[in-house]
């Protein structure tokens, strides 16, 4: 079984033009590769501009696609008016707008200062809500229509973790934005949908959230039932499938790719893998047992 391998055909994306937030690193420069690999051309943001022009050179050269890097921090909408200026003079028309920048750290939320708190929500909720509201704006204003959003959201938007607070109340806001807009401007010919990934590892997210010795103690492919991480191709294509044409009937919907991670902290008896399979036969019999009795 190879899940690495690419799934769309070719051209999947071509004359497709792409905005994606914090695109220089991690799951955003995985997926813009992919993008870009599949015609479509790229304007990715991140607030370091050396990163992200060293990586634009870098996919051009790979790809043979047109890579844009421009700075900005999600967090400033005027930032965001004038990166989406910019994009639209390098690209011309921006047909999807994928919103994967990210901030998150792990602590105990008592620990977290007001504005440890805020940095997150700003560059998670706020930060999609002002690409969202600048670009939506622009293209119901300019009458563009067939246009898609694509947001990166996680498993804990809706069951909320311990730990990381922050992070998952704007997760779950960006959720709701997510499927409310999905209707509210389904009218102007904007689909909204969302990926929530389960562990799919990058060098930044993991030495943050599984720092020194952490990665060994909670080795996060054990969570999962199908006993692995996930490879940034399998994200990569599925949201290449989301951002295309081939999706036109979906909208508003959260897509979980974990390998079954999250059902499996949901289940109450989830537990009873543990159980091997010579102790099933007591069990077994001792539940008869007490049934005849
Ligand atoms: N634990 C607790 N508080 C923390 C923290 C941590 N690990 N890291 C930062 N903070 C606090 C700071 O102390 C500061 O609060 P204060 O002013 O009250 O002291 C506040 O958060 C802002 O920190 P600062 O470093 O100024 O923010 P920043 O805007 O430069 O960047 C991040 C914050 C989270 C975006 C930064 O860690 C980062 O660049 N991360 C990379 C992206 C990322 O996290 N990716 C993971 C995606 S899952």
Redesign the pocket.
Known sequence: MDFKAKMLRDDALKGKNIVVT?GGS?LGLSMTRYFLELGASVVITS?NLEKLQKAAAELEEETGGKCVPLQC?V?HYEEVEKMLEQAHASLGEIHVLLNN???????PTE??????????I??VLKGTKNCTLALGKYWIDKKQSERTVLNIV?TYAWTGSAYVVP?ATAKAGVLAMTRSLAVEWAKYGIRFNAIAPGPFP?K??WD??LPGDLKEKFDLAKKVPLKRVGDHQELANLAAYLVSDFSHYLNGEVITIDGGEWLKGAGQFNLLEMVPEEMWDMLEMMIKSKKQS
């Open positions: 914090g991690g607030r921090d967090r920048a990210a901030g998150n750290f792990i602590s620990r977290l200062s007001s504005n440890a708190f805020d940095t997150i700003d560059i996680t992070s990058t930044g997210a943050r959230l």
